[in-house]
């Protein structure tokens, strides 16, 4: 017994000398994740890709420790995407401006599309896999890479953040578009090159209501990036009144029942129209299966995701999205990537598995240490793309690796700016992640191709899209900037732009936005941000309210005249001066006084469609009956020779006649303008650094120069009339103020056009509202206010002798 204690204390003494004796390691628990592209470099950077798509099902005993994750589905588009950061770190690299004298280097991983890997690969990257001594302390050392390029996905790249955040790595994504990544307490590190879903999903809930289909089904990627997308989508929808027959959600890797119990519902349903919020990978599992059941007759509305690629359009073997229409962002040009992203033989020279998978399945192929069981040609190593057409080959995300390309070189100008880099860079400084996030943040510069790089506070860049519209054979594109937090979309009648053959149409307005415009604005040389003015002529400044009180002073003053013809009707000026017409005249101006105030205020779709119609109509009729005035008097003094009496051939009726065909032309010319291109509220960004106009676009110059031009013929006409009226006598020469009128009406409005061309902003409107008002004012007091003034003042010469008594025609 004693025997047996004293073997265990010995024990004991044994293992404690020898615990002593080794060194205490550092190290991470399970499979080391090796990466697939290296290169050393003074500076890391870190790239996470998703190579594959999908993985191997496996079942997790929890007893045993779990095997490395098997991926499968090779994706050719994220190594487009890797070759792609791997040409901006060449270009920097070769660079005597950019990082002078310092490499950057990189670590190269495939996440597979798994949350689970991307995590774990992203914590290699921060600390190396390498087993770490520490004698006497806790493992530390500092951070292996000093910023994140990837992922594409919204849920990796959530995930990713997550863990990486308080470390304030900072991490760039080319395509997570999730809003949920916009929250700087959440994700302080994360930042991206494509635009937040917040404002996306806006444009598509306005693109469906455009179009009126108020009934409709949804599908979306049962992940971060698709759920988040779809709820801000519903949202909106709701508010502008379409309604949702379903809202389904599914992951490419679910089991096929899943995928059918989908189907079933959408051929059950009675909506036609399907908002399709998937990624790339999931639109292709919805069209095989549509294709499967033989569903077509969809309308089909998109997202960036899967839109425009072309490889999606390629694989609708059935023509599923024919009229497909979405928003993508804007296509983009990098010179030099093309070429270096087809240029493979760097890849196949890794002598990476990855890449041996990668070169088999680009040329079809099977190389002779491949373990691959399919049975192809031998690869001879020495294959080139010539005549290659693939998904590989394919260039149509050219936006996507400019996005890739961007983040890149956002990550140089921050290191350039804290190495204070000049001919050399300062090698002593100490690089620390924050201070390179805060860098980054603060960052302004444009590529060699002219595009702007720069990050509000939320870590996005300006939301910018083009629409497209999917039609068999052909690819149309409709290019517009969204500059608007709130979206509105109103579409004026444009001539269409297409990638590839030329066939203009016309279907799309611009974006615009009746709420206050795009808050960050970034300066010369821009390190901050600040919150645009949206600027349109209110009646809350002096000028607004000055020109709104004249407008109301003039239409009380009609109403003063009207009130005095009215009591004083029976008279003989009054009479003598035909009038009905005259109170016709006065409603007409009051209208035209009142139509002034409809160019006061924000701008809106009715207020701007309201206002060049309302103007136009109502001084039609005002100068139509002033000609109808001028033309009667002719007719009344010209008469001379005996038997001649012209005036019954103009009586009441003939008036009337007139004054509605004048009128009734003018209308017609309202109608088609309204009808073929109306005039719509519109956000103006140029000529002013720190403010947005918000005016209305005339929709139609044709259109509204047409009323213009109608109101002018008139106008002339009638000043011609009256000039040759001018030597009536005295006592009925109303001749000669309607000439004094219409020169003060033509003055104006000749004055006007230069004026309203070269005023900018709010000032063009006012010097519109002058030109209507300064008009009517003239009409008012030349033609009425002399007759008030002998109604009023002089009655003594308001007799039928007085009238009749003076003067011949001379």
């Known amino acids: ?32 994740e090796n990466p697939q592209l290296v290169k050393d470099g003074d500076i890391m950077l870190g790239g996470l890709f998703s190579f594959h798509n999908n993985w191997k099902e496996r079942e997790d005993t929890y007893t045993e420790k779990p095997l490395p994750l098997q991926c499968t589905s090779l994706n050719f588009r994220e190594f487009q995407l890797a070759q792609a950061m791997l040409f901006a770190i060449e270009e920097i690299n070769n660079s005597s401006v950019l990082l002078p004298g310092i490499s950057l280097g990189y670590k190269i991983y495939d996440t597979c599309g798994s949350n689970a890997k991307s995590v774990k690969v992203a914590l290699a990257l921060l600390s190396d896999y390498e087993n770490v001594s520490a004698p006497a302390k806790e493992c530390v050392r500092p951070v292996h890479v000093q910023a994140m390029m ?50 996306q999903s806006r444009a598509l809930a306005q693109l469906v209501k455009f179009f009126g289909w108020t009934w409709v089904g949804a599908v979306r990627t049962n992940d971060d990036y698709g759920n988040s997308g779809m709820a801000t989508f519903i949202e909106s929808a709701q508010h502008l009144g379409i309604c949702l027959e379903y809202s389904l959600s599914f992951f490419r890797t679910d089991p096929s029942s899943k995928i059918q119990k989908i189907i079933n519902i959408i051929k059950a349903s009675t909506s036609k129209v399907i908002v399709a919020f998937l990624s790339q990978a999931d639109m292709d599992v919805i069209i095989h299966e549509f294709s499967s059941h033989n569903l077509t007759g969809y309308q089909w509305v998109g997202t960036e995701a899967w839109i425009f690629d072309f490889q999606t359009a390629a694989g609708d073997k059935n023509h599923i999205l024919d009229g497909a229409i979405g928003l993508s962002i804007p296509k983009a040009n990098v010179s030099g990537l093309k070429e270096f992203i087809l240029n493979v033989d760097p890849l196949f020279s890794s002598n990476n598995e990855l890449f041996t998978e990668f070169w088999e ?90 595009d702007e790089v720069y990050f509000n506070r939320n870590g996005d860049p300006a939301a910018k899209y083009e629409i497209i519209n999917w039609q068999r054979r052909l690819y149309y594109l409709i290019s517009l900037s969204l500059n608007a937090i709130k979206t509105t979309m109103v579409f004026p009648k444009t001539q269409e732009m297409q990638r590839t053959k030329v066939m203009p149409n016309a279907v799309c307005r611009s974006m615009q936005d009746h709420s206050e415009g795009w808050p960050m604005k970034v300066r010369e ?4 941000s600040f919150k645009k003015k949206a600027e349109f002529l209110s009646y809350k400044e002096i000028m607004g309210a ?49 139509c002034s105030l409809t160019f006061i205020g924000q ?20 100068i139509s009956c002033v000609l109808g005035k001028t033309i009667l008097f002719l007719m009344a003094f010209k008469a001379t020779l005996p038997g001649r009496n012209g005036i019954k051939w103009f009586g009441p009726t003939q008036q009337r006649v007139s004054v509605l065909g004048f009128t009734l032309v003018q209308v017609i010319i309202c109608i088609l303008w309204l009808t073929i291109a109306p005039p719509f509220p519109s956000k103006n960004f140029k000529g002013f650094k720190d403010k947005i106009i918000l005016e209305c676009s005339l929709g139609s110059s044709v259109g509204f120069w047409a009323v213009l031009g109608y109101i002018g013929l008139l106008a002339i006409l009638c000043f011609i009339c009256a000039f040759l009226g001018r030597k009536l ?22 004055t006007f056009i230069p004026a309203y061309v070269s005023s900018p902003g709010k000032f063009s409107v006012a ?31 308001n007799t039928k002798r007085n009238m009749m008594g003076k003067g011949a025609l001379k």
Not at 608 to 619: E, K, N, Q, V, Y
């Open 729 to 750: 006598p005295d006592n009925f020469n109303e001749a000669k103020f309607i000439t004094f009128s219409m020169l003060i009406f033509c003055a104006v409005w000749i």
């Open 603 to 622: 701008p809106s779709e009715w207020s701007c469609m309201l206002r060049h119609t309302a103007f136009g109509i109502t001084f039609v009729l005002c």
């Open 525 to 528: 040389q821009r390190k901050h």
């Open 361 to 450: 399945a680009l040329f079809s192929c099977k190389l002779k240490h491949s373990n691959s069981a399919e049975m192809q040609r031998e690869c001879t190593g020495l294959e080139d793309l010539t005549g290659v057409e693939n998904t590989f080959t394919d260039m149509s995300l050219m936006p996507i690796f400019n996005n890739m390309y961007k983040g890149v070189y956002a990550v140089a100008h921050a290191l350039h700016n804290i190495l204070s880099c000049n001919q050399t860079c300062n090698s002593n400084v100490q690089l620390d992640p924050l201070t390179i996030l805060q860098q980054i943040k603060e960052i302004y510069f444009k590529t060699k191709e002219g």
């Open 1 to 32: 017994m004693e025997f047996g204690h004293g073997w265990t204390l010995l024990q004991l003494l044994l293992t404690a000398s020898f615990s002593q004796a080794e060194e205490p390691v550092c190290r991470q628990w399970g499979y080391f």
């Open 150 to 199: 990837g992922e594409a996905s919204s849920s990796p790249s959530t995930a990713i953040a997550t863990v990486i955040g308080p470390f304030f790595i900072p991490m760039i994504s080319h395509f997570a578009t999730c809003a949920c990544l916009s929250d700087k307490s959440k994700y302080p590190s994360f930042l991206r090159t494509i635009p937040s879903d917040y404002y």
């Open 767 to 797: 010097v519109e509202i002058f030109a209507i008002l300064a008009s009517s004012f003239g009409l008012l007091i030349c033609i009425f206010i002399p007759k008030c003034y002998i109604i009023l003042i002089k009655p003594e010469e």
């Open 546 to 594: 000055l020109l709104a009180a004249a407008s109301l002073f003039g239409t009380c003053m009609t109403v003063v005249v009207a009130v005095i013809f009215v009591k004083y009707r029976k008279t003989p000026l009054v009479r003598a001066n035909n009038s009905e017409l005259s109170f016709l005249l006065l409603f007409s101006l009051k209208l035209c006084f009142l």
